[in-house]
């Protein structure tokens, strides 16, 4: 019993505001035996989760064996979560809409080059930490133990969505952009947008498409031979992964954090030096071998009163782009780029202005 329970099945949803206790018992339960949920949370969430089964369930006590729930602050959150990434032998990833349902993701019926790029970034289709969650994933190299969960009533959306993905993005598998893919195409009506203007958020739903498996659920009505029949089918597809993913674990510490020194880092793996900002707050780390470029540097070159404060495509503030260098070696490289870390928009600081590039 002991060696079984060393499996970490963690569960990752989208938004903690809403209940999902009745999931949470009903996954608890289905992965029981391989081994234990394990939740990241605060600590009132794990007393609202007593709570309710306290009131809800027979045996509670039972249940709460099989659940780790690791407390955990806001701000410690990016951190804990990616160390429990690493540790786990399976990842379930709850995905659910913010409001009732997902919104769509086609491209703008009408439009031209100027309309597209004042037109306000698409809000993410689900929740910017589940978005952030998936970016931790990928780094370390846990999609392929990852099983999606969604209700049975967005079972076709999300079939569709992932199905359609690159076409929404022009991303293809590893985020590397699709050959021969074009944001704008010339119409009879004249240049049309090809894609919807969507946020750095929602096109690490790309990475989804390397996940193990999609498992839907009937919300609310959790009968009990629907339930059965959750349970068989999820303990299965549990233990698949958990006997697959033996060799594959990653240290996530070099993922983690600033350092002066260069580490090897995603998506390539080639040495960088990131010592400005946490590695676990990036969702985009350019290609190559790079240096990043403190914001109190930028801002010094960019003193001019006329000079741009602000990214040049979604506004957001400097503080929210990745400015860098290509290289270890900042003699070397004069230019310095930079990459919003909200649109995803490469730019560059010249002669004291910020530019658009690429
Ligand atoms: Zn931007």
């Known amino acids: 019993m002991a060696a ?19 999931l949470v018992v009903s996954l608890a339960l289905a992965v029981a035996n391989p081994g234990k949920l394990v939740i990241v949370g605060p600590a009132e969430d794990e007393a609202r989760l007593r709570q309710w089964t306290r009131a809800h369930v ?31 032998s399976c990842v379930l990833l709850y995905m659910a809409p913010k409001r009732r349902k997902f919104p769509s993701l086609r491209a703008p019926k009408a439009g031209d080059f100027e309309d597209f790029y004042s037109s306000p970034v698409k809000e993410p289709v689900t929740g910017p930490g589940l978005l952030r969650e998936i970016v931790y994933l990928r780094r370390l190299d846990k ?24 076409i929404h993005t022009g991303l293809g598998p590893d ?17 049309q947008p090809m894609v919807p203007r969507i946020s750095a958020y929602d096109r690490q739903l790309v990475n989804l498409r390397a996940a193990r498996g999609l498992i839907s659920f009937r919300k609310g ?17 549990v ?26 880092l995603p998506p390539d793996g080639a040495r960088k030096i990131i010592e400005f900002t946490n590695v676990e707050d990036l969702l985009y780390i350019p290609r190559y071998e790079i240096a990043d470029v403190g914001l109190a ?10 000079a741009n404060h602000e990214c040049l495509s979604c506004g957001a503030s400097l503080s929210d782009i990745l400015f860098y260098v290509r290289g270890l070696d900042r003699a070397a490289n004069s230019s310095i780029r930079g990459r919003c870390q909200f649109c995803f928009e490469p730019m560059i600081v010249e002669s004291g202005q910020l530019r658009w590039w690429g």
């Open 4 to 22: 079984k329970q060393q499996n970490r099945i963690l569960y990752l949803r989208t938004f903690r505001s809403r209940p999902d206790h009745r």
């Open 58 to 88: 027979s045996d509670d006590n039972t249940i709460h064996q099989h659940i780790e729930y690791i407390v955990c602050s806001d701000d410690q959150w990016r951190r804990e979560v990616n160390l429990q990434i690493s540790k786990a």
């Open 143 to 166: 999609l392929k133990s990852t099983l999606l969960l969604c209700a049975a009533s967005d079972l076709p959306y999300f079939s569709r969505l992932l199905r359609d993905l690159p």
């Open 175 to 191: 985020m590397t952009p699709l050959l021969g893919f074009y944001l704008f195409q010339n119409t009879p009506k004249g240049l």
């Open 221 to 237: 009505v959790f009968s009990r031979s629907s339930q059965v029949k959750f349970s068989h089918d999820l303990t299965e597809l």
């Open 239 to 264: 233990n698949q992964v958990i006997r697959d993913s033996r060799s594959s674990r990653v240290q996530p510490d070099v993922m983690l954090g600033r350092s002066p020194r260069p580490r090897r």
């Open 297 to 306: 540097e930028v801002l010094e070159i960019l003193a001019e009163p006329e």
